[in-house]
């Protein structure tokens, strides 16, 4: 969408008015020359006013509408109004810089024509039209002071509530919750109603249990203020509101979850939200893309068709194989294909019938076979193992969960649930949580570490990097305040005679929580008490430090804790072979990071730089190599020496480093130029823009980790990937970088994952090499194919029992579609279809129309018969259905593998129908019926599934 409207009419204002304000063109202008061809330049809209004579403003689109100011606004106006005309005035030195430039070469080469900016009154008002404007309408400006009584001048009642800081920063945790109860009776006692805004019903439903335990029992909660005025105004009422501060009104005191706690304490509901809608979906295929089959192997995605069967339409997916072979899957057994992988290096077209897919799929079927039975093994001898029993009591316990100023989403809250549970059991636990960059992790680390404290046992953190055992020290000093808790930090950071002393504390059990980098590897170190071990990011230590690691968990609680994106079926496949917990939702509230690809443009990185600046934040400047750093500080200083840069990277000392980045994360400096050092789980919250010098020298992985280093808080992220103007891009870094900017969703590391195994690195999760096993059948099918052989071999089945993943074919004389007219969007569509194609659960079928419904209106009649098609998908599944084939006369059946499981049952029910229903030779079952509609169709073969499940029981 765009307000430059390109015609006949608009090209011409704009050619007109373009050579007017820069003479004529006597040089190339991409500029010039795509307007006047008729087409769109990037970033047009920074010429709008050349193409038309007048722009409309916001007070002639509103003539009679009252204007509300806010506070202070005018301060803001200025502040705007001095950024654009700043912006103005750089591009416009660049511009006059760049044709002295072209007078000194005259004769020389050609030079690209420079940005031209366009005046600043033909694109923006300026403070006097704004104040024209106002003056002629209804103005109420809000203020937080009083004024004098007056003529035009209202008091609202208002004042500033009660913030709890004070009793926060106590070392008793109740303190706060005492300075409450008092602040409450002191509102009671002058007749005002006491309310507690709380963020959501989850919250409210968590701090009332909380305020409870501390004796305020006289609490009523509500949804709305409709329902919060209702109740007793002698209670005090939690209520869902949107205020981050409270206040005091004549006759009503707001307290708000900031005040009290310092940020909002929430329970996130319990409804179930599906990884799967952050993984890839099938709607992301292009024509062309290679996918599996799972009984045909690789073809040749080609797009979605409708096909007419007997005046009857159904839409399927078409594939073509080697020699042009064409296969149509209809949309309800899209379940039976697959990605291959993103790179799809080596891909060759499997036959139609064939044998070569076959022979490759039993292969690796085997390997699996082999591989899960030896994690089998493992996890038998892990049973035998006993390990300490720790268990934190439940009231200390709350109150440190209390302190996470964020909402766990569903995952982090199983996650946090598994490793408690696993403290507890009684067995030594083995446990890697795997979450995407900035999802939560370090928060499941700290309830394990205090969950080990509270129980008498020490606790070592193991990390790869110096920064990120500094940045662990300081969340969990923070996170443990005001608790009887010794957290020391154990790595280069640190001084020979701190080390000294925090190794013989250990010892001695002084300290109760060590974090370091591998000098806690060492064989000198000792504890008095380990309970538990965190490892953080495993991969990244070298093969003697493994060793040791294996050494060290032997009797121990160990936790690991990895960034590596895992899909979410890898871990339904190592299921209680490997523990495993997968945080694949983002938290609440998180917004995606804006990413930017573009050649490098010193006024575009000055922009970037200056509105974080103005919104009082920090930048990350991050260059691939340390010899580009200088050249690019002293280019930010030239370019925005409002602001305060300072210089990180790895061949600085301990010392230094830990210096500079306690400066930075105080707010001391305003640009971090660093190396990719930053990469590791640095978490600075006002550090909400990354600028990537030479970003195409970055791996993919790379710039994933990096562009999570920011957008980790409520605030929008922002990324920009430059790269050399002048330098042609490989296509691999092309690659990199296109896919780097379309994944910007939250969660697309799961996406990366799932089609492209570099991302995630060796993949080497269960200790088995399995690059060579997923190039034969394709990411996705190795790891449906490996949840099967670890589900075979934790319940003793053989290879005959094993059976392979199949799916039931449906045909039963009508439509089968989601019509383009119903939803426009092909890569939604098939995003439907694969969902509606995987479900297994009536609810779940129920969902997806419910989502529907809100999404696109009601359902057309195809799209019921196609939801019907699912629950009858389902329903063959359970009664071991292969194949339906129904008409307006009945239905013929078709068992898997032409066997029923319980034929002396089956024969019993024949018996009983009275000549209905037959049994073939060639054992399919023949229902004889006269149904007179559709419906009567459906709902006939829906009851005939529904007794033969039952007799599978």
């Not at 722009?55 to 200025?78: H, R």
């Not at 996470?404 to 809250?413: G, L």
């Not at 970088?737 to 995630?760: K, W």
């Not at 394709?778 to 003793?796: F, H, I, K, P, S």
């Amino acid at each position: 969408i765009s307000e430059v409207l390109l015609n006949e009419r608009t090209i011409a204002h704009f050619r007109s008015k373009y050579r007017e304000l820069f003479g004529a063109m006597t040089d190339a202008d991409p500029l010039y020359e795509a307007v006047s061809d008729g087409r769109k330049f990037p970033g047009v809209e920074h010429w709008l006013g050349l193409f038309y004579p007048h722009l409309g403003t916001l007070f002639e689109y509103l003539p009679d509408a009252p204007v509300l100011l806010d506070y202070q606004v005018d301060d803001a106006l200025q502040s705007r109004f001095q950024q654009i005309e700043d912006f103005y005035l750089a591009r416009q030195s660049l511009y006059d810089a760049s044709k002295r430039a072209k007078a000194k070469n005259k004769g020389g080469e050609a030079m690209v024509a420079p940005y031209k900016p366009a005046p600043v009154d033909s694109l923006y008002l300026n403070a006097a039209s704004i104040a024209e404007a106002l003056a002629s309408r209804a103005v109420v400006s809000l203020s937080p002071f009083l004024a004098p009584e007056g003529v035009g001048y209202l008091d609202a009642g208002g004042q500033r509530g009660r913030d709890f800081a004070d009793a926060r920063a106590k070392p008793d945790v109740g303190a706060v919750y005492e300075a409450l109860q008092h602040y409450i009776k002191e509102q009671q006692n002058a007749q005002r109603r006491v309310a507690i805004a709380c963020y959501s019903q989850g919250s409210a439903e968590r701090l009332a249990g909380v305020l409870r335990n501390h004796g305020l029992n006289s609490i009523a909660t509500a949804q709305s203020w409709e329902e919060a005025r209702k109740c007793d105004a002698q209670l005090v009422t939690l209520v869902v509101l949107g205020f981050e501060h409270g206040f005091i009104s004549p006759d009503l005191a707001l307290v708000t979850e900031q005040d009290l706690l310092g940020d909002r304490l929430v329970r996130p509901t319990r409804k179930r939200k599906a990884a799967k809608a952050f993984q890839l979906e099938l709607g992301s295929l292009n024509p062309g893309d290679y996918v599996v089959h799972a009984e045909h192997g690789i073809g040749r995605y080609d797009g979605l068709v409708a096909v007419n069967v007997l005046n009857t339409v159904h839409d399927c997916v078409k594939l073509v194989y080697d020699g042009g072979d064409k296969l149509f899957v209809p949309v309800e057994n899209l379940d039976v294909l697959s990605r291959y992988s993103s790179a799809e290096q080596g891909a060759t077209l499997d036959k139609l019938g064939g044998v070569g897919w076959q022979q490759r799929k039993a292969r690796v079927k085997k390997r699996l076979k082999d591989m899960a039975e030896a994690l089998m093994k493992i996890a038998a001898e892990r049973e035998l193992r006993r390990g300490e029993v720790l268990e934190a009591p439940d009231g200390a316990y709350d109150e440190f969960a209390a302190r996470f100023p964020y909402a766990e989403t569903e995952d982090q809250a199983r996650a946090i649930e598994n490793v408690i549970d696993d403290l507890g059991s009684g067995k030594p636990m083995d446990r890697l949580v795997c979450g995407d960059v900035g999802f939560g992790k370090t928060e499941v680390a700290l309830r394990a570490a205090f969950v080990a404290v509270q129980s008498g046992f020490q606790v070592a953190v193991v990390v790869p990097t110096t920064l990120l055992a500094r940045q662990h020290y300081n969340n969990f000093k923070r996170r443990f305040a005001g608790f009887p808790v010794q957290v020391a930090q154990l790595s280069r950071m640190v001084s020979a005679a701190e080390a000294r002393q925090t190794k013989e504390d250990l010892k001695e059990g002084r300290i109760d929580i060590v974090i370091g980098t591998h000098a806690l590897l060492g064989k000198e170190v000792g504890f008095k008490n380990l309970g538990l071990m965190i490892i953080d990011e495993e991969q990244h230590f070298g093969v003697k430090q493994k060793e040791r690691l294996k050494e060290m968990r032997a009797e121990v609680h160990v936790l690991t804790l990895t960034a590596t994106p895992i899909p979410r079926t890898l871990q339904m496949a190592v299921s209680g072979v490997r523990e495993l917990s997968l945080i694949a939702t983002p938290p609440l509230d998180r917004l995606a990071v804006r990413t930017f690809v573009l050649p490098y443009d010193p006024m575009v990185i000055r922009e970037a730089i200056m509105r974080e600046h103005y919104r009082g934040g920090q930048c990350y400047y991050v260059c691939p190599r340390i010899e580009d750093l200088d050249s690019v500080a002293t280019a930010l200083r030239d370019l925005v020496p409002e602001v305060k840069v300072i210089t990180a990277h790895g061949r600085l000392s301990a010392t230094q480093l830990d210096d500079i980045m306690t400066a930075f994360d105080a707010g001391q400096f305003d640009i971090l130029l660093a190396t990719n050092i930053v990469e590791s789980g640095l978490d600075v919250p006002n550090a909400n823009t990354i600028i990537l010098h030479r970003a195409d020298m970055f791996g993919l992985a790379q710039l994933y980790q990096l562009r999570g280093r920011v957008g980790r808080g409520k605030l929008r992220g922002y990324a920009y990937l430059t790269y050399a103007p002048t330098a042609a891009l490989s296509q691999t870094a092309q690659q990199r970088l296109e896919v780097i900017q379309t994944l910007d969703q939250l969660g697309a590391g799961f996406q990366l994952a799932s089609h492209d195994m570099d991302i995630r690195g060796a993949g080497n999760l269960l200790g088995e090499e399995q690059s060579g096993q997923i190039r034969e059948v394709g990411v996705e099918l190795y790891q449906q194919m490996l949840q099967d052989a670890v589900a075979a071999a934790r319940q003793g089945r053989t290879d005959a029992q094993a059976d392979d993943r199949w799916t039931p074919q449906i045909n039963i004389g009508l439509s089968v579609l989601i019509p383009e007219t119903y939803v426009h969007d092909l890569n939604v569509r098939l995003s439907l279809y694969r969902r509606l194609a995987e479900v297994t659960e009536d609810a779940e079928i129920e969902s997806v129309a419910t989502e529907m419904i809100d999404r696109f209106g009601s359902l057309p009649p195809e799209v019921e018969t196609f939801l019907n098609i699912v629950g009858i998908k389902i329903l063959c599944r359970r009664a071991c259905v292969a194949k339906v084939d129904a008409g307006p006369k009945g239905a013929v059946f078709s068992f898997h593998n032409d066997i029923f499981p319980r034929p002396d049952k089956l024969i019993g029910w024949i018996q009983k129908q009275a000549g209905t229903i037959k049994a073939r030779p060639d054992n399919k079952l023949v229902a004889m019926r006269a149904w007179d509609d559709d419906a009567q169709r459906i709902a006939g073969v829906k009851k005939l599934l529904s007794e033969l499940a039952a007799l599978t029981a």
